[in-house]
């Protein structure tokens, strides 16, 4: 089985080669995209063209080099053959590494249990959140706190405390018989499913403030790999807030994906 293709090649070593003055390991100095494959990469909900542009975006904006986009659609075929989820990474100087992954064990369970999230310290604010760098310290090191008060999820903030996005995804609320989400100027990522939804939902941008997320009925967050997953509990600070994990509008949703 290959285990990662870089740089042109397949590799069917699970280990990867790099200069200790690359600046992709010394700063996390990358741009990636995460894509769950269904059947192939041309089926629509892949959204591999979309995964491109978002490398391309990143790539012009940080004036990198473009890499060999042949190479990363060749890439991205073979490890299709073995894994449902891929991770494109493009490095500087044009280099292009393809890991691919397993989808969650548990996600059906969370797709229709839902989860628990905890609500990070607004330190851990993700750097440069319109782009997808390798930098991705202060998202993992929230998920990595989230579970150790057994959350599955966490959800960063600003520095007034408004909810901006989880550690993966777009954060999702219904309340007044309307989708609401963080908008784009709060400072959260341009996710490729959260366009997707906007178009589709045409839900309420607005900045979700202590007094808005107490009056959602359910919310939820989204992803390209992980589609939904409901969110029946957040643990903020000394509160616990509830929501309906089975709330009917969720299925609104859920139809995207079929």
């Given at each position: 089985?290959?285990?990662?293709?870089?740089?042109?090649?397949?590799?069917?070593?699970?280990?990867?080669?790099?200069?200790?003055?690359?600046?992709?390991?010394?700063?996390?100095?990358?741009?990636?995209?995460?894509?769950?494959?269904?059947?192939?990469?041309?089926?629509?909900?892949?959204?591999?063209?979309?995964?491109?542009?978002?490398?391309?975006?990143?790539?012009?904006?940080?004036?990198?080099?473009?890499?060999?986009?042949?190479?990363?659609?060749?890439?991205?075929?073979?490890?299709?053959?073995?894994?449902?989820?891929?991770?494109?990474?493009?490095?500087?100087?044009?280099?292009?590494?393809?890991?691919?992954?397993?989808?969650?064990?548990?996600?059906?369970?969370?797709?229709?249990?839902?989860?628990?999230?905890?609500?990070?310290?607004?330190e851990l604010s993700r750097s440069l959140p319109q782009h997808k760098t390798g930098n991705y310290l202060a998202?993992?090191?929230?998920?990595?706190?989230?579970?150790?008060?057994?959350?599955?999820?966490?959800?960063?903030?600003?520095?007034?405390?408004?909810?901006?996005?989880?550690?993966?995804?777009?954060?999702?609320?219904?309340?007044?018989?309307?989708?609401?989400?963080?908008?784009?100027?709060?400072?959260?990522?341009?996710?490729?499913?959260?366009?997707?939804?906007?178009?589709?939902?045409?839900?309420?941008?607005?900045?979700?403030?202590?007094?808005?997320?107490?009056?959602?009925?359910?919310?939820?967050?989204?992803?390209?790999?992980?589609?939904?997953?409901?969110?029946?509990?957040?643990?903020?600070?000394?509160?616990?807030?509830?929501?309906?994990?089975?709330?009917?509008?969720?299925?609104?949703?859920?139809?995207?994906?079929?």
């Amino acid at each position: 089985m290959v285990k990662h293709w870089y740089n042109g090649s397949a590799i069917e070593s699970d280990q990867i080669q790099l200069s200790i003055n690359d600046p992709g390991l010394i700063y996390g100095a990358t741009t990636f995209t995460t894509l769950r494959v269904y059947r192939s990469l041309d089926h629509p909900l892949t959204q591999w063209d979309e995964h491109c542009a978002r490398l391309k975006t990143t790539i012009g904006a940080f004036h990198w080099q473009d890499p060999n986009w042949e190479n990363i659609r060749s890439g991205a075929e073979s490890m299709a053959t073995d894994y449902p989820v891929l991770r494109v990474v493009v490095f500087p100087d044009g280099r292009e590494w393809i890991t691919g992954r397993s989808l969650p064990s548990d996600l059906i369970q969370r797709q229709q249990s839902g989860i628990t999230a905890w609500v990070a310290e607004s330190e851990l604010s993700r750097s440069l959140p319109q782009h997808k760098t390798g930098n991705y310290l202060a998202s993992w090191l929230a998920l990595q706190t989230a579970q150790r008060f057994n959350a599955q999820e966490a959800i960063l903030i600003d520095a007034d405390g408004n909810w901006l996005e989880s550690s993966t995804g777009t954060l999702w609320g219904w309340k007044h018989d309307r989708w609401w989400t963080p908008p784009l100027n709060n400072g959260i990522l341009p996710g490729l499913m959260r366009s997707r939804l906007i178009s589709e939902l045409n839900p309420i941008e607005q900045t979700w403030s202590s007094e808005v997320v107490k009056q959602f009925e359910a919310i939820a967050c989204t992803n390209c790999v992980m589609e939904i997953v409901p969110i029946h509990t957040v643990l903020d600070r000394d509160q616990k807030h509830h929501y309906n994990s089975t709330h009917p509008k969720l299925q609104q949703i859920r139809n995207f994906f079929t």
